[in-house]
């Protein structure tokens, strides 16, 4: 109850900082840790029914997971048209959230479900289920372990094979929390993780937890028409053959592809 306390707290605070014009930095003071540049790449269509809550490329393949009661799925996109070459709907009873592909698998997150459905990445066929004890949002694997956020300031990882508890990361920018962290993506040694109901994306340290940088992706929106309020950005996939970074949202009708300026860097390790 808690937990859930807390979230409601932050959910009214981004509600206020919405309705007044303010960015969550501003209303949390937290903004402190440098802004990382970026340029778009490339455009390409994304289904505008599609409530994106994951997104994954792999070996060519871009895989999406969407939400919504009853309109949850599992696709593989087609990047040149957004359409799904292959497509499994979950149960009514399951909100899509974070994915992830690892050893040939996909793993799809369910926000209250404490369910991690398993699918083949080749065919999508169900492979089976884990149990998951927290809410599930986004999902990454880092090389070694899961990582998983729950919409709260604190990622855990886990092993990928026995979802083995391995550790939290508590997420803070000069020290304040960063709460509502959402769709994950591991990349180049670092956490992206965006924050639940803005269009700004945390550079985590997975050493220690400190937000590094900050991607402000606000700026997609002057290349795309009006969308409503719950269309916020909720999808970043590395396309390790280019290094780019796709990035789309819930209910955008496009998916960018993004060149980052040099990160931060992390753990006393330059970037390359
Ligand atoms: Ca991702």
């Not at 994106?52 to 060519?60: A, E, F, K, S, Y």
């Not at 300031?153 to 508890?165: E, H, M």
């Not at 590094?212 to 606000?218: A, C």
Request: proline share 7%.
């Amino acid at each position: 109850m808690g937990a859930r306390l807390h979230r409601a707290f932050y959910f009214l605070l981004f509600s206020v900082c919405l309705v007044v014009g303010a960015s969550p930095g501003e209303c949390f003071g937290a903004d402190d840790a440098p802004g990382v540049a970026w340029r778009v790449a490339g455009r390409h269509p994304h289904d505008p029914q599609a409530f994106t809550q994951g997104l994954v490329m792999r070996h060519g393949h871009l895989y999406e997971s969407t939400g919504r009661y009853g309109r949850s799925s599992l696709r593989r996109v087609d990047p040149a048209t957004g359409r799904a070459l292959a497509r499994r709907d979950l149960p009514a009873a399951y909100f899509g959230e974070g994915l992830e592909e690892h050893d040939g698998r996909l793993y799809q997150l369910t926000w209250r479900e404490n369910t991690v459905f398993v699918f083949d990445a080749a065919t999508l066929d169900a492979l089976g289920q884990r149990p998951l004890a927290t809410e599930g949002w986004g999902l990454c694997h880092d090389g070694t372990s899961f990582v998983i956020s729950d919409g709260s300031s604190v990622l855990r990882r886990y092993d990928p094979d026995t979802f083995a508890p391995r550790g939290r990361i508590r997420v803070a920018d000069q020290g304040v929390p960063v709460e509502a962290l959402n769709e994950l993506e591991c990349f180049d040694g670092r956490i992206l993780a965006n924050v639940w109901m803005t269009d700004r994306v945390a550079v985590i340290d997975p050493g220690d937890g400190r937000v590094v940088g900050w991607l402000d992706l606000s700026g997609l929106r002057a290349l795309m028409p009006p969308l409503p309020p719950e269309a916020v950005a909720n999808g970043m996939a590395l396309d390790r053959e280019t290094g780019r970074l796709w990035v789309t949202g819930k209910l955008w009708p496009t998916v960018f592809e993004l060149e980052l300026a040099t990160l931060p860097p992390v753990g006393g390790k330059e970037a390359p």
